[in-house]
């Protein structure tokens, strides 16, 4: 028996940046995201008695040791759970551009956590889904569900893992256009860079001091449907956590030229009234929250700099779907 999940990339309007606790995977801070439609992972997990150990299938690509290292340690983790010593097989499809700073390892865990959880029959609910994919990926907690949700930091491993906020968001027309400044593996990995952060940054105490409030504006923003409010908060926490690498010793930086180039477009955008919001994770690309309405002037003012085969448009996602074939 084969077990199935798909899951879709999330993009993080508050980011998790640090960790209190590297083996409960517990974040220093809350964060709240917004999962998209565009990026996706589907993943078929089985359990077999023949294996001797594990073997990690990615985009029809048998993955060595190193690069089957999280995905092993992950099945550890959901091996010493569910009490048993089988091996599995895990092939997984990435529709996202792998290690680009495009969050391939919330979806990819999030369906590992979905298709292992159907697998070895343990719970199946939604926090139990978000708990487990913590151990695969921070950032996964949040895959389990549609629209909005917020990862709840909590203090052990029962109580950190994400709720939605706004699942449906049928009533409200919102866009991320993400722009490929570079679909290459990043060098530094969102998990040693947020280490070293933690670790070094003279700036990381300004950081989680700003955090309570952001994420209240953000939650406020969610509520009352406000897009201005949302997209400054989202752009402010973005910049904020980009300087806690600014701060640390020694520096280092995701961002790149093409970067600070999208930085400027949109907010010259939005000197004319064009509202549009940027946001960058662990890597070059900038994600632009927008108004549905607006995505074409967006597209058209950014196409004047950057190729239009770099722009893609994402809509709000859907939660995990599990399956079993
Ligand atoms: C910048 O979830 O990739 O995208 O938990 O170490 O696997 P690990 O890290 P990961 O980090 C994501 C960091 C971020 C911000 C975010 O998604 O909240």
């Given at each position: 028996m084969t077990s199935y999940a798909k899951a879709h990339t999330n993009i993080a309007l508050i980011k998790y940046w640090g960790k209190k606790d590297p083996q409960l995977m517990l974040p220093m801070n809350n964060s709240i995201s917004l999962t998209l439609d565009a990026f996706y992972t589907e993943t078929w997990v089985s359990f077999q008695k023949e294996l001797t150990s594990d073997r990690f299938i990615l985009n029809e690509t048998v993955q060595d040791t190193k690069q089957s290292k999280k995905v092993v340690k992950f099945l550890n983790e959901a091996r010493a759970i569910s009490k048993t010593k089988l091996f599995a097989e895990v092939k997984s499809i990435n529709h996202v551009p792998t290690?680009?700073?495009?969050?391939?390892s919330a979806s990819g865990m999030a369906a590992l956590a979905g298709a292992t959880s159907l697998a070895l029959g343990l719970p199946l609910d939604d926090i139990s889904l978000s708990r487990l994919a913590r151990h695969g990926?921070?950032?996964?907690?949040?895959?389990?569900?549609?629209?909005f949700s917020e990862?709840?930091?909590?203090?052990d491993d029962a109580t950190s893992y994400a709720v939605p906020?706004?699942?449906?968001?049928?009533?409200w027309d919102l866009a991320m256009i993400f722009i490929l400044i570079n679909d290459q593996p990043?060098?530094?990995?969102s998990t040693a860079g947020m280490a070293h952060t933690v670790e070094t940054s003279i700036f990381y105490p300004g950081w989680l001091k700003a955090i309570d409030g952001d994420l209240k504006d953000v939650r406020q923003a969610i509520s009352e449907k406000n897009f201005t409010l949302l997209g400054e908060t989202a752009e402010r926490n973005a910049l904020r956590m980009h300087a806690t690498m600014l701060g640390a010793n020694p520096p280092f930086t995701y961002l790149a030229p093409g970067t600070l180039t999208a930085l400027d477009i949109v907010q010259k955008l939005r000197e004319q009234g064009i509202l549009g919001y940027c946001t960058m994770d662990a890597g070059p690309n900038v994600k632009v929250l927008v108004e549905k309405a607006n995505v074409k002037t967006f597209l058209d003012a950014l196409s004047v700099t950057f190729p239009k085969e770099n722009l893609v448009v994402a809509f709000p996602g859907r939660g995990i779907e599990l399956k079993e074939k």
């Open positions: 290690a680009a700073g495009l969050a391939s990926s921070g950032s996964a907690t949040r895959s389990i569900y549609g629209g990862w709840q930091k909590g203090s906020l706004k699942e449906d968001l049928s009533d990043k060098k530094i990995s």
